[in-house]
């Protein structure tokens, strides 16, 4: 949007930011970061054999795992990294539908930036737009130790 504000501590694209997505659970998942706009960050994750449960619909629980890891990566990207770092404190979700097969798209962005405490809302479509999953997660921002 032109002339909006980024809430982003540095320039990112997603590029820039696809290290973020490796060698942890979110490359498992095959969990990917699509866009990244002045106020909001979007990943997709598959609805595969990783993330279905038994009756092979999209578990509740890699819902989650995709709206705690993009609000985490949002809010770590709002931060000077070199001051501090954000941890989940609290995350919820209301399953709206099922998904069986294709992708989802998670959107974050913030409701709240606190200096201690920031709040996402994360909203999970499938490939037809609608929606699947809200979740809210709150972040506690806290400071780097040093190492003395």
């Known amino acids: 949007m032109l002339g909006k504000k980024s809430i982003w501590f540095s320039n990112h694209t997603v590029e820039s930011i696809s290290h973020l997505c490796r060698d942890n659970m979110l490359e498992h998942l095959n969990i990917k970061v699509e866009d990244i706009g002045s106020d909001y960050i979007i990943a997709s994750m ?14 509740g629980g890699a819902s989650v795992a995709l709206a705690e890891s993009l609000g985490s990566i949002g809010s770590y990207l709002t931060v000077d990294q070199s001051q501090f770092h954000c941890v989940g404190i609290e995350v919820n979700a209301n399953h709206l539908k099922s998904v069986t097969s294709g992708r989802v798209f998670a959107k974050a962005s913030p409701i709240r930036m606190g200096k201690k405490i920031q709040v996402w809302n994360i909203e999970i479509r499938d490939e037809k737009k609608d929606l699947v999953c809200v979740s809210r997660l709150t972040m506690a921002v806290l400071p780097v130790r040093s190492s003395s």
């Open 46 to 59: 598959p609805v595969d054999h990783r993330t279905v449960q038994p009756m092979r619909i999209l578990h």
